[in-house]
Nanobody, 118 residues
Framework: QVQLVESQGGLVQAGGSLRLSCAASGRTFSSEALGWFRQVPGKEREIVATIGVNGNTDYADSVKGRFTISRNNVKNTLNLHMTLLKPEDTAVYYC????????????WGQGTQVTVSS
């Protein structure tokens, strides 16, 4: 059974940094695109960053230059390094996997809360 588990988020002051990780079990995901999403109450889940099989990355405009997504196919982990955090980055963050040939992300973690204080 596929399982994605995010590391604990936390509370950080504006301007600070935080690293999130996501550990996958049940199968390897070296052939799949991976991504980080976030959601705040009352709003739709939004994409934060994605990383392809070959390591190519894409970021939401709101986090470009501040967040870095990376993957470790040996350890089957996905990471998100967040810097220069802003209060508007406060959200529940989710890691996700998109199978080859499938247009949507089908596997999701349980989410982890990140709170940025002003």
């Amino acid at each position: 059974q596929v399982q994605l588990v995010e590391s604990q988020g936390g509370l950080v002051q504006a301007g600070g940094s935080l690293r999130l990780s996501c550990a996958a079990s049940g199968r390897t995901f070296s052939s799949e695109a991976l991504g980080w999403f976030r959601q705040v109450p009352g709003k739709e889940r939004e994409i934060v960053a994605t990383i392809g099989v070959n390591g190519n990355t894409d970021y939401a405009d709101s986090v470009k230059g501040r967040f870095t997504i990376s993957r470790n196919n040996v350890k089957n982990t996905l990471n998100l390094h967040m810097t220069l955090l802003k209060p508007e980055d406060t959200a529940v963050y989710y890691c996700a996997v998109r199978a080859p040939g499938v247009p949507v992300f089908g596997y999701w973690g349980q989410g982890t809360q990140v709170t940025v204080s002003s």
